[in-house]
């Protein structure tokens, strides 16, 4: 009997904790959602509409932190997608990026960062379980602006492109000796047990319901045209 009502009680409980779980993935991806859509509604000083169309991959890292009293110390969670065989976006995996050059250009506090994978090289060094931005992957500030220019065009043929938005400024910036590495947990907590991130960024898994805004703003900002 008292068994029976212990259940009873555990599934019950099973929804709202799920809900809970769901809340929480749903606000750090709407964040994101947010970030990209307010840099590209930047009117002249968005990312060039010709990096995100020719995107392998794209992530997203709102409120970068940087530590002041230790010195050299940034960390930030964040989501990254990658186009499947058919061109559209896979679900998000999440990601934690920590270090780099970054703090010095951003200075002390929070910080929104967005990084574009241009090529097949870089979004291998995703699918591993760590990467380093200038030893396992070069990278370049991006380029800002709608408009295709000489500089645009040198992007397109970088490997990851980066950029950061701290106080309403928005610049290109450099992510050199940034790490970034899967985080297990919450991928597992999203997909299930045993979910690696080049299995989410090959598609295997459909996105979650907490990921419907950021799934909208990527198709709507960098939908690949053909030719």
């Given at each position: 009997?008292?068994?029976?009502?212990?259940?009873?009680?555990?599934l019950?409980?099973?929804?709202?904790?799920?809900?809970?779980?769901?809340?929480?993935?749903a606000?750090?991806?709407?964040e994101?959602?947010?970030?990209?859509?307010?840099?590209?509604?930047?009117?002249?000083q968005?990312?060039?509409?010709?990096?995100?169309?020719?995107?392998?991959?794209?992530?997203?890292?709102?409120?970068?932190?940087?530590?002041?009293?230790?010195?050299?110390?940034?960390?930030?969670?964040?989501?990254?997608?990658?186009?499947?065989?058919?061109?559209?976006?896979?679900?998000?995996?999440?990601?934690?990026?920590?270090?780099?050059?970054?703090?010095?250009?951003?200075?002390?506090?929070?910080?929104?960062?967005?990084?574009?994978?241009?090529?097949?090289?870089?979004?291998?060094q995703?699918?591993?379980?760590?990467?380093?931005?200038?030893?396992?992957?070069?990278g370049?500030?991006?380029?800002?602006?709608?408009?295709?220019?000489?500089?645009?065009d040198?992007?397109?043929?970088?490997?990851?492109?980066?950029?950061?938005?701290?106080?309403?400024?928005?610049?290109?910036i450099?992510?050199?000796?940034?790490?970034?590495?899967?985080?297990?947990?919450?991928?597992e907590?999203?997909?299930?047990?045993?979910?690696?991130?080049?299995?989410?960024l090959?598609?295997?898994?459909?996105?979650?319901?907490?990921?419907k805004?950021?799934?909208?703003t990527?198709?709507?900002?960098?939908?690949?045209?053909?030719?």
């Amino acid at each position: 009997m008292k068994q029976g009502i212990l259940l009873s009680i555990l599934l019950a409980a099973a929804p709202v904790f799920a809900a809970k779980e769901d809340a929480k993935y749903a606000k750090h991806m709407d964040e994101a959602a947010g970030v990209l859509t307010e840099i590209m509604n930047a009117k002249d000083q968005a990312i060039p509409e010709e990096l995100l169309d020719k995107a392998h991959c794209i992530g997203i890292v709102p409120n970068l932190k940087r530590a002041g009293f230790i010195v050299g110390a940034k960390f930030g969670k964040g989501l990254v997608s990658c186009r499947t065989t058919d061109g559209a976006w896979s679900a998000p995996s999440v990601i934690r990026i920590e270090g780099g050059s970054i703090g010095l250009q951003i200075g002390a506090g929070e910080t929104d960062v967005v990084f574009v994978v241009m090529n097949q090289k870089g979004e291998e060094q995703l699918m591993k379980d760590k990467f380093t931005v200038g030893a396992d992957i070069s990278g370049m500030a991006g380029p800002v602006g709608r408009s295709a220019t000489a500089q645009t065009d040198a992007a397109m043929r970088a490997e990851i492109v980066s950029y950061s938005r701290s106080r309403g400024l928005f610049a290109g910036i450099s992510l050199d000796g940034a790490t970034m590495r899967p985080d297990t947990d919450d991928n597992e907590d999203l997909y299930g047990s045993g979910a690696r991130q080049s299995e989410i960024l090959h598609g295997k898994f459909a996105p979650p319901t907490a990921a419907k805004m950021l799934m909208a703003t990527l198709n709507r900002y960098s939908v690949r045209k053909s030719g």
